[in-house]
């Protein structure tokens, strides 16, 4: 199965809309949203062409291919404007002999033991670092990248990880978990 896994579009919709024509363009099976998907967060600028019910259109078109985690800046109200769930805040995949933990990352599962994987976000920069006792992926940000990072996503595919520039598609990492 191929899954686009990103996060942080904190309710931009030129970025949503950017995703979305990815998305298709992937031919992906599922769309992995890690969190903060409407509202930019008190730390970080508007993001481009900022409309959470605009970016809510487009996911909710989707909806059929998502499944999502909640993040830091995601609200109690936003399950009143989505036609999917917004509540789990950690989803467990079994791949091979590892298990990948899919959160939004500002909170660390205490459940991580040696060989297995944390996919997240939150942090906006784009990372694949083997920690004492798990690999630490990070699919970087839709919308509001930072430390010079592209606007990003990540397709897992066959045990590889691509990240992936949101506005130019091109892959400028890739890795083998």
Known sequence: MKYLICSDIHGSAYYCRLLAARFREEGAEKLLLLGDLLYHGARNPLPREYSTLGCA????????????????????????VLDFPLEADLLLMPLAERTLFFTHGHKTPALLKKGDVLVCGHFHVPAFEERENYTYVNCGSVSIPKEGSPHSYLVLEDRTLCWKDVVTGKVFKQERI
Do not use: R
Not at 59 to 64: I, R, Y
């Open 57 to 80: 259109e487009i996911l909710n078109s989707m909806k059929e291919h998502i499944v999502c985690v909640k993040g830091n800046c995601d609200s109690e109200v936003d399950p009143l």
